[in-house]
């Protein structure tokens, strides 16, 4: 994908201690302290993208059919849910769910309500369509204005069907916030972030104001499982459309405020000139079954002309 | 989610299978008739619903007859219905279709449906689904992928179960309530309320059925024939046979049912049916074929005496295979299965009406089931079981004499030959007592117990299986079976309890002695168990990754040093389609 964004200083975060440490030390993941801060609003930003695992939705052009495709919430947005469910079981708080995408995304705001989630948001308009990172950025930061004041704003690392990390750190700057982007780690004393941020090589430790927006990384903790009380008030939601309304939000461009001019393919600079469909390789794969171990690794080895790969 | 009451419904049901679905169905059909108000709630170990339910299966469609009366339009999973049924001894080459005059009425299986139960259980969510939707009366909600852990109970009430895992107390965002709650599980929760209520006298005795899809090649066709097996490649006295059911388009279900009381600690169930495939007249099936899925279950074999004392107690009441309804004389579960559930729903919605969920109130479920055809084919089949058992002659001696004149000449020969090798009056004598008791007559006590104190394993080597000539590429190693059992578990998985480790150490010296591997490992369906060496001790491992839930190493743990629990998160094979 050709992009053509205009030059925006990604990080912003206010860098007080930086150590590089080795990848060893990973593994002792330092203990929270809990300190109760003021957290009265915390938004968590999903996306709805296409399953990954499942073929169908994809036109013979290579371009994905929203809407054949089957869909799945972003799973780097699940490490967000996570990061943003834990902030409020730590340091309490309100999590809203915000989405921005056609009015299946439903599914995923459910999902999230399953999780713990309080209320959700979901931006849904025609005209926002072949929306690129800056237009979305846009719209989703107006989205996040209309909703009032708030304390923290976690965003997944990228989505598997866009995979470019921008939306995250351009919303910050949209909104005037510090960031911290590819957070493994955080904990708020003092209503000051202070964040773990992986870097090449180790990962350094950032202290920021708060509001903030965070983008989390896949390093974090994974989302944990719904709980059966989640489970129960969506099958609820579900039955009682009236009472669906008031957990799910769903806004126009007009409510929020957005400039149509901005949004979609108007407002999206990027230009998709060329999309190649990688053919299928097709019949690479054979399983060798039901022979001993032996004759299965001489046959394999004999298949492969491994020779011609060290060549 | 701040008010933090209890979950609490009318009728809890625990596991969503067949059972389990033919209350839900008839109680939702008997509230709408009377205007009757309740709620409802159906867990479900599985990601989905069916996911976990693997079944031959050919079966009678008289439930599910009485409970849509319409199916045959609404588009219900029919693979076929049966119009051709054998039963064949397998010899080591050829096969001998016993003529039908000869069986027990049980097994001539023309008419049954022949079925993929995870589709039929699949089929019966969505018409619940859609029954509940129209219904304001009725709330049912389902929790797939939420498994029931430990009973919670007050006193000695059963109220409800908790699914969660671990034992950190009880958490109020998982623990769920009903007035009364329906156990339709296989053994994995519900025996706690035996346990709990000492409600088995005779214990269970649990088979491993293990079962193979395959797609032929476009010109076999076998569609509506069924087969079951005795014979090959079971000649260590073990009591089972094998299933082979034609579905429609060019589909194949291979499967093996072997009890687990056998006396060879060395079943291995998994590779017990990659013999039988070696068969030349399976492999004649199977050529140029492809395999689909792969799957395995216990199933309770014990029956009429394996009954529980109550089939229902405060609180609570038991369907299905919680309770041992198969009746093995007719390989038939799956109708009774739906039968205890269908009378199930009867009681509860007089007790839903009179507000009443009391022991008292519900006890005449027993009495009910027992009235049915359920009571009386398992009464009839009660001795069936046994009479194989209390006489070893008849697997151990008398079936490898007719097995060996299959493949030399004729049966008949085989007959001649038992009359004369062996006492031709015990012989007769034998024969007429086990006809006798499979036909359900009263001839004297029996002499089997069921209990498996009394299996002595038999460490000798059972006779070997010959075969000559098989195409490799259709026989499978349980390591590739799991790959067609599609199983795929949560980080952090641990579902199998090991109590003790110095016992599996025990228990693995003395097999290693005897230069036998341990029951866990052999008799696992999907390479499990293992034995690890750490600081140069043989202990015991587990790769969980694999596990298709079977619970095959619990039952034949010699030293009672496992326990599988369900799992969490929907974790699991997934047996959609078996």
Not at chain 2, 258 to 279: R, V, Y
Request: net charge neutral.
């Amino acid at each position: 994908m050709i992009s053509s964004l205009p030059n925006i200083k990604l990080f912003k975060a206010i860098i007080t201690l930086k150590e590089r440490v080795n990848h060893k030390g990973k593994n002792t993941r330092n203990t929270l302290e809990i300190t109760m801060a003021n957290i009265e609003n915390i938004f968590v930003l999903i996306k709805q993208v296409p399953d990954q695992s499942a073929k169908a939705g994809i036109n013979p052009d290579g371009t994905i059919d929203r809407a054949k495709a089957k869909r799945m919430l972003n799973p780097f947005d699940r490490f967000a849910l996570q990061a943003a469910l834990h902030t409020k079981k730590t340091y309490g708080g309100k999590v809203t769910a915000i989405s921005m995408g056609p009015p299946a995304a439903t599914e995923i705001l459910l999902e999230a309500l399953e999780n713990g989630v309080d209320s959700t948001c979901l931006l849904s308009d025609k005209r926002l369509a072949a929306s690129d990172t800056l237009a979305t950025a846009y719209a989703l930061h107006k989205v996040v204005q209309s909703l009032g004041k708030f304390d923290l704003i976690f965003c997944g690392l990228q989505t598997t069907d866009g995979d470019t990390a921008q939306v995250g750190p351009q919303i910050a700057e949209r909104l005037g916030l510090p960031q911290t982007t590819y957070c493994e780690d955080f904990k708020i004393e003092n209503g000051k972030v202070i964040a773990r941020r992986v870097v090449e090589g180790g990962h350094e430790t950032v202290k920021m104001e708060m509001p903030a927006l965070i983008t989390v990384a896949n390093s974090y903790h994974p989302l944990e499982y719904k709980s059966l009380r989640g489970a129960r008030m969506v099958q609820n939601l579900v039955r009682n459309k009236t009472e669906l309304d008031k957990y799910i939000k769903t806004v126009t461009l007009d409510d929020v405020g957005a400039d149509p001019a901005k949004c979609g393919l108007k407002g999206s600079p990027t230009i998709v000139a060329r999309t190649d469909k990688v053919s299928e390789l097709g019949g690479s794969c054979i399983i060798k079954q039901g022979l001993p171990v032996e004759q299965m690794v001489s046959e394999v080895i004999a298949g492969a002309n491994i020779l011609e790969f060290v060549r | 989610m701040s008010s933090k009451d209890k979950i609490q419904y009318d009728v809890l049901i625990v596991g969503g299978g067949s059972g389990s679905f033919a209350l839900a169905h008839h109680l939702v059909d008997l509230a709408a008739k009377n205007g009757t108000k309740f709620s409802m709630a159906i867990l479900e170990k599985g990601k989905e619903f069916g996911s976990h339910i693997v079944s031959g299966a050919v079966s009678n469609l008289r439930v599910i007859e009485k409970l849509f009366p319409d199916y045959k339009t609404n588009d219900f999973p029919l693979e076929g219905i049966c119009n051709e049924s054998f039963f064949s001894i397998l010899g080591n080459k050829k096969k001998w279709d016993v003529p039908n005059a000869l069986l027990p009425k049980g097994l001539i299986k023309n008419g049954c449906a022949i079925l993929t139960l995870s589709h039929v259980v699949y089929w019966m969510y969505n018409k619940l689904k859609e029954k509940a939707a129209n219904n304001p009366n009725i709330t049912i909600d389902f929790f797939p992928g939420f498994s029931a852990h430990t009973v919670i109970f007050e006193g000695d009430t059963v109220v409800g179960v908790q699914a969660t895992e671990g034992n950190s107390g009880l958490d109020v965002d998982n623990a769920i309530y009903g007035k009364v709650t329906c156990f339709g599980d296989k053994g994995f929760i519900s025996r706690d309320v035996i346990e709990h209520f000492k409600l088995r006298d005779n214990p269970q005795i649990w088979s491993i059925g293990v079962k193979e899809i395959w797609q032929l090649a476009p010109d076999k066709d076998y569609f509506g024939k069924v087969w079951h097996t005795l014979g090959f490649p079971l000649f260590d006295g073990s009591f089972g046979g094998s299933f082979i059911y034609g579905m429609k388009d060019n589909k194949l279900t291979i499967g093996m049912v072997i009890s687990l009381d056998s006396e060879n600690p060395n079943i291995n169930p998994q590779q017990k049916l990659q013999d039988l495939k070696k068969h030349p007249w399976v492999q004649e099936m199977i050529k140029d074929g492809k395999l689909l899925r792969y799957g395995g279950a216990v199933l309770p074999e014990g029956g009429f005496y394996s009954l529980p004392k109550k089939f229902s107690v405060a609180g609570a009441i038991l369907l299905g295979d919680a309770l041992g309804v198969l009746d093995i004389e007719r390989l038939s579960g799956i109708d009774k299965s739906m039968e205890s559930g269908y009378q199930a729903a009867e009681v509860i919605h007089e007790c839903i009406i009179a507000n009443d969920f009391s022991e008292s109130k519900l006890s005449s479920y027993k009495e009910k089931l027992m009235g049915t055809f359920v009571g009386k084919e398992l009464k009839e089949g009660r001795y069936f079981r046994m009479a194989w058992q209390e006489n070893p002659r008849l697997l151990k001696s008398y079936l490898p004499k007719i097995i060996s004149s299959i493949d030399k000449t004729n049966p008949l020969f085989g007959f001649l030959n038992i009359g004369l090798t062996e006492n031709p009056i015990k012989a007769i004598f034998d024969a007429i007592r086990l006809k006798y008791l499979m036909d359900g007559n009263e001839v004297g006590p029996v002499k089997y117990k069921l209990d498996y104190k009394h299996i002595v394993p038999n460490f000798k080597p059972s006779a070997e299986i010959k075969t000559n000539g098989y195409a490799k590429e259709t026989v499978y190693s349980r390591e590739d079976a799991v790959f067609y059992a599609k199983t795929k578990y949560h980080e952090g998985n641990k579902h199998i309890d090991e109590f003790s480790s110095d016992t599996c150490i025990k228990c693995i010296k003395t097999y290693d002695a005897l230069d036998k591997q341990t029951p866990c490992v052999s008799d696992c369906t999907a390479e499990v168990h293992r034995i690890d060496i750490l600081d140069n001790k043989r202990m015991h491992g587990m790769s969980l990754e694999n596990c298709i839930q079977c619970r095959t190493c619990e039952i034949v743990c010699p030293e009672i040093n496992l326990r599988v629990r369900p799992t969490a998160e929907g974790s699991g094979p997934d047996f959609m389609g078996l």
